[in-house]
């Protein structure tokens, strides 16, 4: 039987989002699986190209005799790539999305960037040849020869950069040289390292001291027992849930694993939030596994992350750590999975294809036959889903690695602060503690999820907001009278009576980390200050130099937005003050009670990880919100019982199954219109599989950069189904040319 192969051409030389049929030799009818890569001919020249096979079926819609044939697999790709493939049409199937999108998204690798080179000129004669030759240059008066070949002498390889800079040595000397065979010139690619790495090395150049710190990790019971139950089950792969308390040590259980990964000739990958992948969490790796490990960030170049994965692929290195993308480093034998922190949101692509790390890791995994562990001291509602349902292993570490005690928590409540007279940021009680802190010279975080002075400007007597003409959101007021918007950029002078009603009593509500360092400044003269936000770390090393300083005692006060509460680990730090707990508590998002608590949990958390216990002081204006309460408690399970109580009330995830439909265009009446008829449309498709429909409504924000935006929600008890009416709407989006101006998105979950 005649067997043909549906194929796209590799994704660095077509834009085309396209299948072409081939034929499959008879050589390979046995072995030819989706996810293959093969070697094709293309176009008038028949030029090989590589492609990826999509699906192998026994029917053609072309003439057979017309149809060319697979040349071969690429037997090298066979593993890494073949499955990252694979991945990419699960990945399309599952979250919607083109095949040239997924496969973009899982193949990063493939955007390549020029290689960086280093030149170096090789002598090719021996001492003596070398000594007679430099004799008879001399003699001559050939002096660029002979100071060359005297050079090379002394170092029998030379930079070129040495040659034609210091030695004064020009082609037109170096070439009639090589010609001679004297001298070779060799050209070898150098791999960009990113910046952390370097400062790594240039810290850690005693061998002897990283290894006796790297080996020095010494486990508690809890710990043993968490690395000793996941590598029983090595050759039997299952996913893991480590529900572990903030300070209980999931970095060193992680550390033992990929020891384990690594001791079997596999290799792991690591995922950290990018708010996370600081120089103090990659340290303790890297002082494990010295250069064997690399890392990807948000803020690298794309030849530094070509070349990263010009590593994995090559078997240079064993270890990636990053942010979601890193899931997709090609490893040849990838062994283990891990993301900490699973509950952070970044862990969501927001791009088509709007995949999440969680469970694209899940199948991953699958697909090698590797290990999956998440790690969490709040895990997402889903994770703790899937661990009472058996989807995951639970494993809890409930002791601090260090033997300490969680911090003492005490909630104030800011109305009754208001009825008392203080109208400060900083409650009576934060500041008494603050003092008695800094008098023991401890250190402080004081936590604010805001940035800037981020207040916006209203007016007192009509109520009036000063928004961005291009999006639909406040302007945020920033130091110098500068009103900026923080999703398009749009940036003006602060005005000083209404644009509505002419009254001068318009203004700013100010809560934002400038001010509060202000507040600090003023109310502990001579406190030394340090503030980290999105404002203060647009530099490329802006986190690091930050976190470095106050893990040295450089600052008494660390003051910032969310990016301060994450995965650090600083044992000066005994207070830890929570300014504005609530503010996000009310948003319009179903999540808004579980975000909330999973960051007072993780800003708790912070203090008293050295010998001395912490205390937190949580401020808000809504104290008795069961979030705000069990994160005063610290009380994981009594907080996910009530939550789950609203989910399976609610239908929402991970009760029920939710996909959102994002619909986008910059004509506001064809938009209407668009998602009008898709609505419709889902509508009829969702009946049958008794689906509820919400919507067309406007998004959360319904304008960014003169963009406007709406969106669609279907419900289902069941993911299966909805993927179901996503299949179907996909196919009528397709089909009708109406929607060719709408960028449409598909969410699932």
């Known amino acids: 039987m005649e067997l043909y192969a549906d194929i796209i051409i590799d994704i660095s030389h077509s834009r085309l989002d396209q299948t072409f049929q081939y034929r499959v030799p008879e050589a390979l009818a046995e072995v030819l699986e989706p996810g293959n890569v093969v070697q094709v001919p293309f176009g008038r020249g028949d030029h090989l190209k590589k492609g990826y096979v999509l699906q192998i079926t026994d029917h053609t819609s072309y003439p057979p005799e017309k149809l060319k044939t697979i040349q071969c697999i690429e037997t090298d790709l066979a593993g890494a790539e073949s499955k990252l493939t694979a991945l990419a049409l699960w990945i399309r199937d599952y979250y919607g ?38 004799a008879e240059f001399r003699r001559k008066h050939q002096t660029a020869r002979a100071r060359l070949l005297e050079a090379l002498i002394q170092e029998p390889v030379l930079p070129m950069e040495l040659a034609t800079g210091s030695l004064r040595i020009t082609q037109s000397v170096i070439r009639p040289m090589e010609e001679a065979g004297i001298l070779a010139c060799e050209t070898e690619q150098i791999y960009r390292t990113p910046a952390v790495l370097e400062d790594l090395k240039a810290q850690e150049h005693n ?61 792991a990958i690591l995922l950290i939030p990018e708010i996370s ?93 590797a290990q999956l562990v998440l790690g969490s001291a709040t895990p997402s509602m889903e994770a703790y889903y899937g661990a009472e349902n058996g989807l995951y292993r639970l494993i809890e570490l409930r002791r601090r690695a260090t033997g300490g005690t969680l911090p003492a928590v005490t909630t104030v409540d800011l109305r009754q602060e208001l009825k008392e007279g203080n109208r400060s940021i900083l409650s009576r009680l934060l500041y008494e503690k603050m003092r008695q802190t800094l008098e023991k010279k401890q250190q402080i975080l004081l936590f604010l999820n805001r940035r800037g002075y981020s207040g916006f400007i209203s007016c007192r007597a009509c109520g009036y907001v000063v928004k961005c003409p291009h999006c639909d959101v406040s302007l945020s007021l920033h130091r110098g009278g500068r009103l900026v918007c ?22 700013g509500f100010k809560a934002g980390t400038q001010q509060i360092e202000e507040i600090v400044q003023k109310a502990f003269p001579g406190v030394r200050t340090l503030r980290m936000d999105a404002d203060t770390t647009r530099g490329k090393d ?9 893990g040295n005692h450089e600052a008494d006060i660390l003051i910032g937005t969310q990016m301060i509460v994450k995965g650090h680990d600083f044992p000066g730090v005994t207070l830890v003050g929570i300014l504005a707990a609530d503010l996000s508590l009310h948003v319009n998002d179903y999540r808004a009670a579980e975000r909330t608590f999973q960051l007072l949990v993780q800003a708790a958390g912070r203090a008293g ?141």
């Open 97 to 134: 999305s083109s095949t040239i999108q997924a496969l973009r998204t899982v193949l990063p690798f493939r955007e390549k960037a020029a290689p960086k080179k280093k030149k170096r000129i090789v002598r090719r004669v021996s001492d003596e040849e070398a000594r007679q030759l430099l």
């Open 207 to 267: 061998t002897e001291r990283m290894q006796t710190d790297g080996d020095g990790i010494c486990l508690n019971q809890e710990q043993r027992d968490a690395v000793t139950k996941i590598c029983l089950s090595w050759d039997k792969p299952e996913c893991w849930l480590i529900h572990g308390i903030t300070g209980s040590g999931k970095t060193a259980v992680y550390i033992e694993l990929i020891a384990h990964a690594l001791e079997k000739g596999q290799q």
């Open 277 to 369: 992948l600081t120089y103090q969490n990659v340290l303790r790796f890297y002082r494990r596994f010295g250069e064997r490990i690399s890392i990807l960030h948000s803020r690298l170049s794309q030849a530094e992350r070509y070349d990263q994965f010009e590593r994995a692929r090559n078997g240079e290195i064993d270890v990636m750590i990053g942010p979601r993308s890193a899931l997709f480093t090609p490893f040849p034998k990838l062994g283990i999975i891990i993301i900490d922190e699973e509950h952070e949101a970044s862990y969501r692509s927001e791009t088509v294809p709007r995949y999440h790390a969680r469970e694209t890791a899940r199948r991953r995994a699958q697909l090698e036959g």
């Open 486 to 507: 923080h999703y398009c950029g749009y940036m003006q002078e602060t005005v000083k009576n209404c644009p509505a009603c002419g009254s001068p009593y318009i203004g």
């Open 542 to 550: 802006g986190h690091t130099e930050i976190l470095r300083a106050f």
């Open 609 to 749: 990880r050295g010998k001395d216990r912490g205390e937190v002081v949580i401020q808000t204006y809504d104290p008795e919100h069961y979030a705000i309460v069990c994160a005063a408690k610290q009380a994981y399970k009594p907080f996910y019982e009530q939550e789950m109580a609203y989910r399976r009330l609610a239908l929402y995830p991970p009760a029920g199954g939710l996909m959102a439909v994002h619909l986008s265009g910059t004509d506001e009446a064809q938009l209407l219109m668009a998602a009008e008829y898709l609505a419709k449309f889902i509508r009829q498709v969702s009946g049958h599989y008794q689906a509820a429909v919400i919507g067309p409504a406007d998004e959360t924000i319904a304008k960014i950069n003169d963009v406007y935006r709406k969106a669609v929600y279907v419900k289902h008890e069941t993911t299966r189904k909805l993927i179901a009416v996503k299949n179907i709407v996909e196919q009528y989006i397709e089909m009708n040319e109406g929607f060719r101006e709408i960028r449409i998105q598909f969410e699932m979950n």
